[in-house]
């Protein structure tokens, strides 16, 4: 899957009214960020999977944490937190030198 602006491999299927990928699993709807998460080895068990980008879409795995809801709430809303991480993921994507 080709990186987009920012290194987020981006789901182009289909997408929840909430704006995450999804799919239809054995009739549930799974998010896809989840599944790969899951499926390359990361222990979710419950947690929430954090998107450090903040892209809803991406399933990029280095893009992904686990965290509590509470956690995941948190950094959604503070300011200081998604200015450190942006600046982070730039970074890693050799946007900043």
Known sequence: MPAS???CWVWTG????RGYGAIRNRGKVEYVHRLM???YGMKIDG???DH???NRVCVRLSHLVTCSREENTRRG?????RAAVTELMDEMNGERN
């Open 5 to 7: 602006e920012g290194g």
């Open 14 to 17: 289909a997408t929840t009214d």
């Open 37 to 39: 998460a899951e499926g």
């Open 47 to 49: 947690a929430t999977v």
């Open 52 to 54: 450090l980008c903040r």
């Open 77 to 81: 809303n503070s300011a200081a937190w």
